[in-house]
């Protein structure tokens, strides 16, 4: 019975002793959880590009001028024009630019403006034929190959779209074909004239522009572009007449020929792809969480001393007194 007390008692007193000496250790240190956090980096911008368009620009002219080189005919004082109109024209164009920044890229461009027909009606009421009033009809083809230097200032980017404005100036080759001028006379007589070659001309051109950028990716966007293009004055060749005694061996000049253009480009750029959209999405290393501050374990005081207890001796017992032997003698 005593040793199984025993045996019980220091059991209880080793299990109190660990749980004291665990109580007095440090905490261990959380585990580190690897958190992956997705980075979002600003793509760097800057390099050169390839740039396509394709559009519809809508012509006019100010005014229509005659120049004439035979100083013996009269021009009649009553000419005016009285309608004047030009067809729209398809645009195809090419270019290759440089992107300096996120907000200033420029390019050179070239374009083919397709043929489109001219019809200026001009009358008179003096030097008339037969009296009344008289028509000259003035019809052609104009066409025309422009080369410009462009600058943009890209405004900032939301949603994958930027709206940008632009400049430019250059040159454009002026063409115009196939000239005819047939005359109404009030008499229902006719006269006929024609320029016998084509006449091309290179004026000063410029233009402003307005457009906004979709970024299918950094290096594919896909432009869409309003700009009002100034392509300078073109003149016809010398139309000679037919069938009139005096001819007056004119060339007209299409005063300030300009464009209403609305073009869809491509630009795409030559450096490699580093995501999508101007801000991409790139994996990282994971990245750990910040350990937790946790408050400093308790100082606890040291156990105190005890002085050893000092027991008195035991004391020392007599013998019990013997009886006195009792002799039987």
Excluded: H
Aim: charged share 10%.
């Amino acid at each position: 019975m005593v040793g199984v007390k025993s045996f019980i008692a220091a059991g209880a007193a080793a299990l109190i002793g660990t749980a004291a000496y665990a109580a007095d250790m440090p905490l261990p240190p959380p585990p580190q959880i690897p958190l992956q956090i997705p980075m979002i980096v600003e793509q760097p911008v800057g390099g050169w590009y390839l740039r396509g368009d394709i559009g519809i620009g809508v012509q006019t002219f100010s005014s229509f001028n005659f120049t004439q080189t035979n100083a013996a005919f009269v021009w009649p004082s009553t000419w005016a024009i009285v309608q004047q109109d030009i067809q729209d024209t398809t645009i195809f164009g090419l270019g290759i630019g440089y992107e300096f920044n996120n907000w200033l890229r420029a390019d050179v461009t070239g374009e083919y403006r397709t043929k489109a027909l001219f019809k200026v009606t001009g009358s008179y009421s003096n030097s008339c034929a037969g009296g009344g009033v008289c028509f000259d009809v003035n019809q052609g083809n104009y066409s025309a190959a422009v080369v410009m230097a462009n600058v943009y200032f890209d405004i900032g980017t939301w949603w994958c779209l930027t709206p940008y404005i632009g400049f430019g100036l250059g040159g454009a080759y002026n063409t115009i074909t196939g000239i005819q001028d047939t005359g109404i006379n009030s008499s229902g007589t006719n006269g006929f004239g024609y320029a016998a070659t084509d006449n091309s001309t290179l004026n000063f051109a410029w233009n402003v522009q307005l457009g906004v950028t979709y970024n299918v990716n950094n290096n594919f966007k896909v432009d869409f572009n309003w700009r009002y293009l100034n392509l300078g004055s073109p003149q016809s060749a010398i139309v000679e007449c037919q069938n009139t005694p005096s001819c007056p061996a004119a060339f007209y000049t299409f005063k300030d020929m300009t464009s209403l253009d609305f073009r869809i480009g491509f630009r795409w750029l030559l450096q490699p792809d580093g995501g999508v959209g101007v801000m991409s999405m790139m994996a990282q290393q994971p990245v750990y969480a910040p350990q937790p501050m946790y408050a400093p374990q308790p100082m606890y005081a040291p156990q105190p001393m005890y002085a050893p207890q000092q027991y008195a001796p035991a004391p020392q017992y007599a013998p019990p007194p013997q009886p006195p032997l009792q002799s039987r003698g």
